[in-house]
């Protein structure tokens, strides 16, 4: 098992402890708690954070020992896309993956419902990010009633185990969900409507499932509250505010890279011998 938080991490405020109850209605989606100034001292606060997360990466990618596995939650509009490019922009793109799970595939539903989850996580020396995850498997799954309750409450121990299966082979797992307000979903999918360079996300998909609001959000707290651990462990990002939102992010991922102290590793042989003719 990875060590133990300590509890003085910047990040420690958005964590959800092991065990304890979720209520995402008592959260300000467009709180800037702990923030290093606003907008702009922000925004120039993540450029910091994504040099030393750039640095990072490059060691754990050279280490090639252990990895991380992002996992990105959010409501339709929440902001993962945007996350991943402001967050990881200056990471080597060969060491980091990103991957969407959309609806599956026959293929995929004729397995179980990690087996195409599980092909996708880093290999030792990677960071993977999931845009959408196994979660979906007890999120648009039991809100729309793709499957009997019999088969997705169990999944909360399934995944778990999976989790920790991960973790005892080196994987950090750190997970995500990006916390918007109803009014801010309908400004973004108005925005989708209103823009030419946005119509394209824009999904009359989208304005059904926003009906099923109060269930997503009964949905995401109790798949947050049942499986945040303390080895993979849930944040839960206030993103009304893409600004504060890239900063908690980045905050997030540096302080578990820091923790995690990759190195680079010793070279072959002793290279104060070597001439180069
Ligand atoms: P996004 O909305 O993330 O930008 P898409 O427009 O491709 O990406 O939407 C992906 C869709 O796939 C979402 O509607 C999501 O609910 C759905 N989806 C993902 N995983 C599953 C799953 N396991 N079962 C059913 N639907 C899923």
Redesign the pocket.
Known sequence: MPPMLDGNRTSDRWRVPPGAAVDLAAVDTASTDGAPGRKKDTESAVGDLRDELADLQARLWAERERSVLVVLQAI?TGG??GTIRHVLRGTNPAGVKVH?????TDEELAHD?LWRVHARTPAKGEITVF??S?Y??V???RV?R?VDEAVWRPRYDQIRGFEETLTIAGTRVVKFFLHISREEQARRLQRRLDLPDKRW?F?A??LK?RAHWDDYQAAFAEALARTSTEAAPWYVIPADKKWYRNWAVATTLVELLRDMDPQYPAPAADLDEMVVR
Do not use: I, Q, S
Not at 100 to 104: D, E, I, L, T, V
């Open positions: 339709d993962k896309d969407a799970f959309g609806r599956p419902f845009n959408r196994h979906e498997d999120l648009v799954v729309n793709l996300k999904e998909g989208d499932e």
